[in-house]
């Protein structure tokens, strides 16, 4: 799991998420998605219903993080950290 705070560009440790019903339906729909072939290079985002707040999900496998290239530079160096 890697968990990437944007918009201070660093890596965060603890997440607490709090969801309505309906964000979280949707962000198992979304999750469900992206199961069935994990492998794509597919990701989503899940968008609160009372303000801008955001989430971005994607699903990293070893074949993934294999070559991270495609990945922003930010995000790289949060995908190289164990």
Request: net charge negative.
């Amino acid at each position: 799991m890697r968990l990437l705070d944007v918009e201070n560009k660093s890596s965060l440790w603890n997440l607490q998420l709090y969801l309505t019903e309906k964000e979280a339906k949707e962000l198992h729909s979304e999750l469900e998605k992206l199961l069935k072939d994990p492998e794509a290079n597919e990701h989503f985002h899940v968008f609160s219903e009372d303000s801008g707040r955001e989430i971005s999900c994607s699903i990293i496998t070893p074949t993934k993080l294999s070559d991270i290239s495609t990945y922003s530079k930010l995000e790289q160096e949060i995908l190289k950290e164990k």
